[in-house]
């Protein structure tokens, strides 16, 4: 079992299986994803209440996702590397951390332009707001710490722990709105009881959250190859890769 | 213990230290953590006297008045327990109508009158179209059968 993991996760079998990977995970992105905004934009019918403006949904809920979800992956990846000291998971953590940064700007930015025409505000320090800012600092904290420290294992240890401890935010990002009185309303869709939502406004955002699942793998994938190649860039793999070319 | 676990319990330890340090300091800034208080709580003395607060509520069915030649208006907040009778001169965001949640950021008057600085809508979970909610809204006054709605 250990010699199977040490093989697959080993740098140079990541860097020549992923090549294969890619399109599987871009091709189905650029499709669905296009699919999901014809539905969504043109399709879904307007809310009852805010009319046509609510159509930012399907880019805005799908980026708040993500922000969490990659945020989870680069956690869980980070831990891996302390506890088990696997260096491709070191890898995906420092590879995940710009495109969940750029998720969650996306989230803060198209919010912030859904909130002043229903709200009134571009930006209000309620709890939701608030943490999800959190979130972008933790992202570029790790960000800070990863190309500050000289030595890449140090790094990876400091930034890897920085990642760990920033967990205790996600639960807070997604609970918020119930645990406070919040101008962010409730969750829609991630909750036990039924999505309050029609159905046809829900497909379109599954579908978007679909999408924007696989362009984050196909994205991840390419970034984590450049990162296992700079990192092995004096290993005897990478030199033979040179040499080839 | 080998390396390997010493550093399983040193991540564990993190976690768990980390969680807890967190329950407290936001148990210990809940009050701050509250973005606005509601009508019950202001009846019950909770909100602040000496400085401004928000106030989040219903607006009550036709408690708007609006004041000739200018943007002063007035109108009730509900949570359906109490109401706060709140004033506000400006332009008020589009999601304002009667029924609908708001947020007012202000402070309380002697006579208790909240007297608002800045109004935001605050808008439900709630997606569907606009036939979909005549529909529901036909079948809630027709004898409000079936199920109880949840907003």
């Known amino acids: 079992m250990w010699n199977w993991i040490q093989k697959f996760s080993s740098p140079k079998y990541f860097y020549d299986m992923s090549a294969k990977l890619i399109p599987w995970f871009a091709i189905p992105a650029l499709v669905i994803g296009v699919y999901g905004l014809y539905l969504g934009l043109f399709v879904a019918p307007p809310d009852y209440q805010q009319g046509e403006s609510y159509r930012i949904i399907f880019i805005h809920v799908p980026a708040a996702w993500m922000s969490l979800f990659v945020y989870m992956v680069m956690a869980i990846s980070a831990g891996i590397g302390l506890i088990w000291q696997i260096r491709l998971a070191d890898v995906v953590a420092a590879a995940s951390a710009p495109i969940g940064a750029s998720f969650t700007f996306l989230a803060l930015v198209t919010g912030s332009l859904w909130g002043k025409p229903m709200w009134g505000t571009y930006w209000v320090w309620d709890a939701r707001l608030t943490s999800e800012l959190i979130l972008l600092f933790l992202y570029f904290g790790y960000m800070a710490l990863q190309s500050s420290i000289e030595d890449q294992r140090q790094a990876d240890k400091a930034s890897g722990l920085l990642a760990i401890v920033g967990v205790v935010n996600i639960p807070i990002i997604h609970y918020s709105v119930e645990w406070w009185n919040t101008l962010h309303q409730g969750a829609t869709v991630a909750k036990f009881d039924k999505p309050s939502m029609h159905i046809d406004m829900l497909i379109p955002l599954l579908l978007m959250a679909l999408a924007f699942k696989l362009f984050y793998a196909a994205v991840v994938l390419v970034r984590a190859r450049n990162e296992a190649l700079y990192r092995d860039r004096n290993r005897r793999w990478v030199r033979e890769l040179i040499e080839k070319i | ?151």
């Open chain 2, 1 to 151: 213990m080998n390396k390997r676990s010493r550093r399983k319990m040193l991540v564990a330890m993190v976690i768990f230290g980390v969680s807890i340090a967190t329950v407290l300091a936001l148990t210990a800034f809940d009050e701050n953590l509250l973005y606005f208080y509601s009508p019950t709580q202001i009846h019950e003395g909770e909100a602040p006297q000496n400085r401004s607060f928000r106030v989040g509520g219903l607006v009550v069915d036709g408690s708007v008045r609006r004041e000739e030649n200018s943007l002063a208006v007035q109108f009730d907040l509900t949570d359906n327990a109490a109401v706060v009778p709140v004033t506000y001169t400006g332009i008020l965001p589009d999601l304002f109508r009667e029924g609908q949640g708001i947020v007012a950021m202000g402070r309380l008057d002697a006579s208790g009158l909240f007297v608002a600085d800045e109004v935001l809508a605050k808008h439900d979970e709630n997606y569907m179209p606009p036939e979909v909610a005549d529909a529901l809204n036909t079948a809630h006054e027709a004898g409000k059968s079936g199920q109880p709605t949840t907003y």
